[in-house]
DNA sequence: ATCGCCATGTCAGGATGCTGACATTCAGAG
DNA sequence: CTCTGAATGTCAGCATCCTGACATGGCGAT
């Protein structure tokens, strides 16, 4: 391999991609035995930091598009975890909230994605981390830097 | 935000996450007026530089399973993309080869994808790119620190 | 007040990606 | 040689995630 100067942009690209495969990967099996995925976990998570978001905002925060929040939503309510109000306070946008089972579960899954997490840096000294952090946020600002102004959907 | 030392990790993953989501969006934009997926994408690439490999090793080469990534190659082969030899010169692996079409699509492409990956370092100095090359590295390793020799599907 | 804009929710369809399960084929252990 | 194991391909089913399109409810400008 041995990378040149040249193609280091695709060589990061790359290993971007592998260590958000390798990371969502260890998510995934610690969550299983829970029954949830990783995309209900971080909607569990989201909501648990602001309750009352709409479905909207849920996907904003996860990535995601309304349409697949939405369908992650339906799921989660199937199971009664999230509950979402049967009218609008205003507009269309209903809160949702979070049940009470959902709340001992997610603390259950909290506990066991931050241990992943913690491993995935464990190599790494502290100023390693905050470097990392300013690697990655730089690289957020040029790729969203400007956009498309014509084609929003 | 302000994130303290106790939840840096929980907050690398999400700007991991974060990073990666931006970065697929930005290829994916790039792509669709060529009609390609960035899952097509990443299996031409990989094909080209070991032209005549199989649809597993596609599938490791692409951090997906092989069922995923035979799905893509059917859509590759209707569209005259690719070409899986009829039958297999040994075991069961039937190589798969780029088309001529092909060959001049992915220039195209490549060049777009290049392009995106030296916008999203672009505020990088050198030495950051090999430091983050080396941080995420090492961040994969102790992700794959292989415990489980049993569960390989 | 009415019009146009935007955000939200929703339906439809397609592509991606997974687990589980099974058959086939080669290579190596006995 | 036979049998076991590993790798490959494939079918079925489900969850995720997207684009496109449409209807509805606030909100600001005219």
């Known amino acids: 391999m041995r990378p040149t100067m040249d193609d280091l942009g695709e060589v990061i690209g790359y290993v971007l991609k592998r260590t958000q ?84 579960l997610l603390a259950e899954a909290s506990g066991r994605v931050a241990a992943i997490n913690e491993l995935m840096i464990a190599g790494l000294t502290d100023a390693e981390r905050l470097d990392l952090l300013d690697y990655l946020g730089r690289c957020i600002t040029e790729l969203e830097g400007r956009n498309d102004p014509s084609g929003l959907t």
């Open 21 to 104: 495969s390798a990371l969502r990967a260890r998510i995934d099996e610690a969550l299983r035995p829970l029954g949830l995925t990783t995309p209900q976990y971080a909607c569990l998570e989201l909501l648990q930091r602001t309750p009352g978001i709409s479905a909207s905002e849920l996907a904003r925060g996860a990535f995601v598009t309304r349409q697949t929040m939405n369908a992650v939503l339906v799921g989660l309510q199937d199971r009664g975890l999230v509950i979402r109000a049967d009218e609008a306070p205003t507009g269309r946008a209903r809160p949702v909230r979070l049940t009470e089972s959902a709340v001992a």
